[in-house]
């Protein structure tokens, strides 16, 4: 393996859901701007995040997305000619 090649900056991160509050915290070298208050009363650096685990269709089993940018209704719009035919 070559050495000097991985991160060696990692830090406690918290990672929050905007579409429904859901938050956790990992290890993570992502940079922030942001921080936020966690449980144990400490500041940690906070990444936003549009979908996870808990939102995601897949794993909720509910077949409907939370598209806070219209990206889904955007493809839908282009694509309409193409999804009527079928």
């Known amino acids: 393996m070559r050495k000097d090649i991985h991160p060696t900056d990692y830090r406690l991160v918290i990672f929050k859901d ?12 992502v940079k922030t701007k942001e921080t ?4 144990d009363g400490k500041e940690y650096p906070l990444v936003k995040l549009d979908i996870s685990n808990q939102s995601h269709p897949f794993y909720t089993g509910k077949m409907k997305l ?6 889904v209704d955007k493809f ?3 694509y309409k000619k193409h999804i009527e035919k079928k």
Not at 36 to 39: G, S
Not at 66 to 71: I, L, N
């Open 76 to 78: 839908r719009n282009k």
């Open 66 to 71: 939370v598209d806070s940018a219209g990206r």
């Open 36 to 39: 936020i208050e966690w449980e």
């Open 18 to 29: 905007m579409s429904n509050d859901y938050a956790f915290m990992t290890k993570s070298t």
